[in-house]
């Protein structure tokens, strides 16, 4: 039986082209550290770690790649920003459709940081009246997903980072799931944080993420994880600049080396190809699923507003049934679940059940979307020919 991959929601796959044979021939020619060894080798290698900065930089219209620092994972740029900023008194707003890599970390300072979740809408977007009046003297933070993970809505980052700069508050945005799929504009949109992974939209591997963070954002934050940086090792304190201030330990060198390789695919085929294939298919899939009584479809139907993915709760069979159907039975791959975000899900009114989400890549093809429609029309019949 043919597998269709449906879970790029979760990581992209396949990834783009020369990934893979990039990050064996770090591994088997090359293999050293960078900021350690003072050898040709080692510095060669960190001319290819900083034009990887450099490459970050242009992409997201940053400009300041010494300031973009790579991590293990988003989840982890978003804990260094969330737990090094917000201090005993402070106030932070995130939106009802966030992810747990951004919940979880405010409501473990709970007990001396203020929060706020604002609400949003039945299909998942943030309201802008409610959102203003979020803001308190004491607010120093706002966090929020550019696109859900559960439903595909997308907000209007440029109007809330508009807000964010006339209240004089942070503004950090969680791109896990646009990155590399819609233009981000980091200059234009008002940021003060930027968190990415390679894994997804920018067809990388995992294992690594982004922290693009402004001058102004880095100087708040206290580094939450500490060590050696291969610079001012004479010193207790970790060095006073960026990256080395967010990058204790060894990074992950080979997945820079790969996410190398997947920014000049990324950049070569253009994010508006990207978007308007994954836009395709999931037009298709959703007026498929029109058709098909004993689902329901969350999240926004303006198709402008949304990335591929899109979540079914099958109102009729259990969800973990059907997805377990889907993939036993069809080959399809899905998730299933609450998918790390019980706000969303709480927000979409598909809280405790969940949804099966299906998740369109760049290299998924309209074959796939029809295998799928097919499927899930035969589940929901199946159903009512043994009830």
């Avoid at 979409?348 to 059940?353: M, N, R």
Wanted: hydrophobic residues 40%.
């Amino acid at each position: 039986m043919e597998r269709i991959y449906l879970d790029n929601g979760a990581t992209s796959f396949p990834k783009a082209p020369e990934v893979a044979s990039e990050m064996k021939n770090y591994i088997e020619n090359v293999g050293c550290n960078i900021s350690r060894g003072g050898y040709t080798k080692a510095y060669d290698l960190e001319a290819t770690i900083y034009e990887t900065r450099e490459m970050v930089s242009d992409f997201f219209n940053f400009g300041e790649p010494k300031n973009v620092c790579f991590t293990p994972s988003v989840t982890y740029s978003l804990n260094f920003v969330i737990s090094g900023v917000l201090k005993k008194g402070d106030h932070v707003i995130i939106s009802g459709v966030e992810h747990n890599a951004v919940a979880r970390p405010v409501y473990n300072l709970r007990n001396d940081v203020e929060y706020t979740v604002s609400e949003c809408d039945s299909e998942g977007f943030l309201d802008m009246e409610k959102f203003e009046k979020s803001f308190k003297d004491n607010t120093k933070l706002v966090v929020i997903a550019h696109g859900s993970n559960v439903c595909g809505t997308v907000q209007d980052i440029e109007k809330i980072g508009s807000i964010c700069r006339e209240k004089g508050v942070f503004f950090v945005v969680d791109a896990a799931q646009t990155a590399g799929i819609i233009d981000i504009d980091f200059r234009k949109c008002n940021m003060s944080g930027l968190c990415v992974p390679a894994h997804k939209g920018l067809l990388g591997p995992q294992g690594l993420g982004l922290l693009m963070v402004t001058d102004e954002l880095a100087g708040a934050i206290d580094p939450v994880i500490l060590g050696g940086t291969g610079s001012l090792s004479d010193l207790l304190e970790m060095p006073d600049f960026l990256p080395d201030r967010f990058e204790p330990g060894t990074l992950n060198i080979p997945g820079i080396v790969g996410l190398n390789a997947a920014l000049r695919f990324v950049r070569e085929t253009g994010t508006k190809q990207i978007w308007d294939h994954e836009i395709m298919l999931t037009k298709a899939f959703l007026n498929g699923l029109k058709g098909i009584d004993g689902i329901r479809v969350v999240g926004a139907d303006d198709l402008t507003r949304r990335t591929g993915v899109v979540s079914i709760d099958f109102l009729d069979v259990d969800n973990s049934d059907a997805s377990f159907a889907l993939d036993d039975e069809y080959g399809i791959m899905t998730r299933c679940g609450l998918h790390c975000s019980p706000l969303a899900h709480k927000t979409l009114g598909t809280f405790p059940q969940g949804t099966v989400r299906f998740s369109f890549g760049f290299f998924n093809t309209m074959e796939d979307v029809k295998t799928a429609l097919k499927a899930v029309g035969n589940i929901v019949i199946d159903y009512k020919k043994c009830k």
